[in-house]
């Protein structure tokens, strides 16, 4: 789009520069129940973001409206937002990096092959469940969906970025019975190729994930290792991650605050953001246009460095990390593909070695029931007592307690395995010393 | 686009078989500011702007949706949809009518002026400011959305509607000894800026930081099964989760929930009694008309323990063979409509609130709710608790953080032996398939014989 006419209204109305952000993604998706296609959907979604400065200050607006026509009304309003701005600090839109690390991993192929052959493989994955156990009583939901996207950086400097991506993801959901229990139970494998996908993979994970949850009961309240899956390390490696927002730490609220170049976690524990790696979260300039870069944000236990964003990283005269992302008007402080450096033991050898411990496969309720400034959680999980180097039984309705920045330190195995998940993190499963379970 | 513009649009819809065409135009606008310790840090506007696009055969449905409003980009994203149905046309529409809204619950209420949001939020952070010098950060904002869309169905209809959102958010925060907690309040309405004076906003504001100071002292709560007191408003998340979403055709009609087929039956004590209603007047969760055109109703779910209604959307009542009763939502255009809650909450009861505390000798008051969630097929759940007092022998004791309440929905509906008479309802949004939608929660004072609460205080002595 020619932006060129909004420039000049911008500078005729008085605002320093201004910038548009936008992004446009088409998907589809098609949903299967009993056989049939229950519903598709076809979507063009179009967000864009302008910021314009007065006086200093930013003004937002966030509008799918790009037509000239709309262009003063658009002004207008940056004008009344930036005008009641008093935060000090100086607003910036940037000029531009002296060196973008650009690639393209856009699969063409994945937007190319014909929709019908996707379908057919979700009659299958629903056959193959049907035909797989019994105890199978209700295939909930087996879908398949894609996205191909355009994300886009202009302003009145004169910088012009863009990036394409694509993504699929095939998922199945089900419903198991058993005696007068039921569980459910789904799995999801997403990938920008599609000769990547296992249906007999899919099929397994998704049959265990339900089954395994059969007959689970709680166990005694104390204090037991701890193995995190993946998904469950995630949830609340995301809130250890958002301590080291440079905007929390200026502002006096992340635990982390004083942390800069001592151990937050055990020695094991090294922690990389990796935009540039090739998948599908693949980023080579973060939304206010500045290049990114691989990271190491804790090397061996020790936290290496904090993330900063433009205005940030200007309030300590140091240059941004390259984590300026946001959505809704606000540029704050994200991140692209997480990644934990695996150990050198299998998550099965690690079983092997615990004597009396709790598989976690699943944590609930992470908005309310874990605080991200003071870490501490209690949380409602699934999963398994493990006894004697084997899994004994399904656990179901127990909480575990503790708290975040303990539990870090605390981590005593990596396993060799990890698995890559839906918001780009790669992690393997991850032993924790104890931590208190409230069962019966 | 004229009136044959969308009737040819809605007839291509209809080309292949489909029994039901649908377009949603929305054009809404939002305006929000905030504020972070007494500073305003952001001021935005947010435009949504789009038309969803929706075919029903029977009991499949295609959905899509685009930015782009011109006549052919339309007719080539409903002609797409209607490919994925591959008979001959069922129906055709010939002609739209305007329809008048049947009922008035909402009217269009002007944007706030900017400045006197700005001085509200300043007098409310600096009334939580002020509570105590342990008040280290206060965030507040205001958020205005003016949602306007016109619906034109192959039914002949065109249905236009407008309401205006506000609500206003505060967290304080207060820290000792490297230790940080807060409190939060969060009202809303369909009444414009006057509702946020008539609520005290200011005071709220002042209660939020009374609440993180208290909270910096509280001991750990202790885990086991006990007697659980759960506060009225707030309270009802609880059964909002755990038992309105289970109550929703999108899971009833597929025997997804615990309660399909249960229509006629004891699901819950008789204390509990349990309404869905959209037609409370400027309340945040009430509409004229559902977002498929429909009237908003006032929905009995339980009736005295027994299951008397669902909440019932268009296309999942067909499966049912119930129709639709008025309460069919989407956040907006790019969600497909399903059936959601309006303003859902357990009727008050005979008790008083002393009568409940005073009748549990040893156990949980969990008076207000952090959030939580729920499995819809099983009805497990959790729930945290943002404030939460120890009952010893009929009264209400120490002060205790970190509470979680979990057990499984249909059980504590059998499970509630009391219920009060200090009905409230509360603000929220709330997220599921088709966005996230506003909806109040609310309920009286209650108490659930038995609930498995976590914590890390030990056992309850």
New interface residues.
Partial sequence: MNFKKLFELAKASGLEAIEITSSTAKSTSVEL?HG???????????TTQVRGILNGK????????LETAHFKSIIN?IK???A?????EKAIIFKGSPKYRKRTFYNQRLVDTPIGEKIAKLYEIEKQLKDLDPRIT?I?SVAYAESSFVTGINNSYGLKLSAKGAYYYYSAYI?VKENDE???GGEIFLSDDLEKFDITDLVRKTAEDALSKLGGT?CE?KKYPILLNPDSFAALLGAFIASTSSEEVQ???S?LKDMLNQEVASKIVTIEERPLVNNFNYRYFDDEGVATYNKRIVDKGILKTFLYNLETAAKEGRETTGNGYGK???VGIGYQNLYVKPGKKTKDQIITTIKEGILINEL??L???L?E??G?F???TNGFLIKDGKIDRPL????V??NLFQLMKDIRVLSKDNKLLLNGMELPYALIKNL?V?G? | MNKKDYLDILNAGLATGADFAELYFEDSKGK??SL?NG????????????VGVRLLRG??????????LSKTNLLT?IS??AA?FNDTRAATVEELTLRKNSCQITKKVPFAK??EK?ALLKAASEAAKNESPLI??VDASINENNKVFTIYNSNGEIIKDERTYIRAFVIA?A?KD?????GYAGPGSLKGLSFLEEKDFVNLAKEAARLAVLNLDAKE?P???MPVVIGNAFGGLLFHEACGHPLEASSVS???S?FTGKLGERIASEVVSAVDDATIADEWGSYNVDDTGMAGERTQLIENGILTNYLIDDLNGRRMNQKANGSTRRQNF?Y?PTSRMSNTYIDKGHSSVSEVIGATKLGLYAKS?????V?P??G?F???CSEAYIIRDGKIAELV????L???GAKILLDIDMVANDLELSQGMCGAASGSIPVCVGQPTLRVKQM?????GG?LK
């Fill in positions: 129940y049939e296609i229950e519903s598709q959907q076809i979507e063009e979604d179009t930013f003004g937002v607006i966030s509008t799918p409206k309003d009344e937002n930036a009641v701005i008093e935060k000090p209700e909930m419903m039921v569980k459910t709680q309240s502002r006096n609220s635990a809704g008007g606000k609930q309720g908005h309310a029931g605080d400034r003071s501490d209690s949380l409602q179901s309705l127990i909480t307690a503790g208190a409230s019966k | 929000g500011i972070i500073k305003i840090e952001t001021a935005t506007t947010n435009e949504t702007y789009g009991v499949k449905s295609v959905y899509g949706y685009a930015s782009n994203l797409s949809l994925a900017i400045n700005v280290v950060r925060m820290s490297g230790k940080l907690e807060q709560c885990s086991g099964v597929k025997g997804h615990v790019k497909e709710l952090g959030g939580g969630s499995n097929a099983t497990d959790n729930f945290s953080k970190g509470a979680t979990v057990g499984n498995t609460v976590g914590g890390r056992e």
